[in-house]
C-alpha cells in the first residue's frame, strides 16, 4: 500500500509524464522515451503509470491522439491530412485508431450522422414523458424530459449533427408502448449504438443484469477485464444514450447507495420499485 509520500511522488512523475506525451502527441513517443525524460526505467515507468491512471501509457497516448484527430476533422480537415497531422505512418493506423477507440471510422465520425434517418418522438411513459429515436438500424435514443422538450431535442441533434431527422410520432408511439408494456416486448428490440470499445462493453454488461438485480460500478469494471477502471466505468454508465433499455438504472455504489441518475435519483428508484414488483 502506497503512503502519501509515494502517492505525492507518483502524482508529480505522472504528471510530467503527461506533460511530456501531450507536448509530443504528434511525434508518437515511444514508451522508453517518455520515461526517459521523467527518469524512469520503461518497466517501471509502464507499472507506476498504468497503476495510477488505470490505463497504460499506450492507451492514454491513443486517446490524446485520437482527441486531436477529432479536433482536425471538426475543423474539416481531409483523412490525409488529419493522418499526417497527428503523427501517424498511413490512413490505414488513423482507420484502426478509431474503429479500436470510438468504434466508428473516421468518415463515420467526420460525416457526424450524414446520411442517416432520424426518426423522433415525445411520448407519456410510466416514468415520465420520454424522447425516444430511431434509425433504420435500431433506436439510438431513449430518453427521459424533464423540463423544455426542445432542450431534449436538440441535445439529441448535437449528437447526430448531420443527420436527417424528422417526428414520426405514430412510429415511435408503437415503440414506447411495446417497451413499457408490462412483461417482456414480444420480440427483440434493435439497438443502434455509437460509443468507444469501452463504452460499448460497459453497455452489454448493463444489458445482462437482470430485471430486479443490482449491481456495482466495481463489479462492472471486473466483469470487463478493467478491475482498476471504476470511474471510467461509472462515466460510461453515464453516458449510456439508450436509458431503461440499456439498465444504467440497476448499477449502485458499494456503499449500497443508489448513486447519481441522469434523470434524477427519484426516477431511479422509481423504475427500480417497479421493477421490483413485477
Known amino acids: 500500500m502506497e503512503n502519501e509520500t509515494e502517492l505525492y511522488q507518483h502524482y508529480r512523475l505522472m504528471e510530467q509524464a503527461i506533460q511530456y506525451i501531450e507536448a509530443n502527441v504528434s511525434r508518437q513517443p515511444e514508451l522508453h522515451e517518455i520515461a526517459s525524460a521523467i527518469g524512469l526505467s520503461e518497466y517501471h515507468f509502464q507499472r507506476v503509470f498504468t497503476r495510477w491512471a488505470g490505463i497504460s501509457p499506450k492507451r492514454f497516448l491513443q486517446f490524446l491522439t485520437r482527441e486531436h484527430a477529432k479536433e482536425l476533422l471538426d475543423r474539416s480537415e481531409n483523412l490525409l491530412n488529419t493522418t499526417h497531422q497527428v503523427g501517424l505512418s498511413s490512413l490505414g493506423r ?5 474503429v479500436a477507440t470510438e468504434a466508428v471510422t473516421p468518415g463515420e ?26 434509425t433504420e438500424r ?23 449533427k448531420l443527420a436527417d431527422m424528422a417526428e414520426d410520432y405514430a412510429a415511435t408511439a408503437a415503440l414506447v408502448t411495446r417497451i413499457f408494456s408490462e412483461g417482456m416486448p414480444d420480440s427483440p428490440l434493435k439497438l443502434h449504438l455509437r460509443g468507444t470499445n469501452f463504452q ?11 430485471t430486479g438485480a443490482v449491481t456495482t460500478y466495481g463489479h462492472i469494471a471486473a466483469q470487463i477485464g478493467k478491475p ?14 439508450i436509458a431503461y433499455l440499456i439498465p444504467c438504472h440497476r448499477v449502485i455504489r ?3 447507495e443508489f448513486g447519481n441518475y441522469l434523470y434524477g435519483s427519484a426516477r431511479k428508484k422509481a423504475i427500480l420499485v417497479k421493477e421490483l414488483s413485477v
Request: charged share 15%; hydrophobic share 40%.
Open 138 to 160: 435500431g433506436i439510438c435514443h431513449l430518453g427521459f424530459v424533464d423540463g423544455s422538450e426542445g432542450k431534449a431535442i436538440d441535445n439529441l441533434a448535437q449528437h447526430w
Open 94 to 98: 488513423l482507420h484502426d485508431l478509431f
Open 228 to 241: 482498476l477502471a471504476t470511474r471510467a466505468v461509472g462515466t460510461a454508465v453515464g453516458d449510456n444514450p
Open 109 to 134: 465520425y467526420k460525416s457526424r450522422g450524414a446520411g442517416v434517418h432520424i426518426r423522433y418522438g415525445i411520448h407519456p411513459s410510466p416514468f415520465g414523458k420520454c424522447l425516444i429515436a430511431t
Open 254 to 256: 458499494k456503499s449500497g
Open 200 to 210: 460499448i462493453k460497459v453497455w452489454e454488461a448493463l444489458l445482462n443484469i437482470q
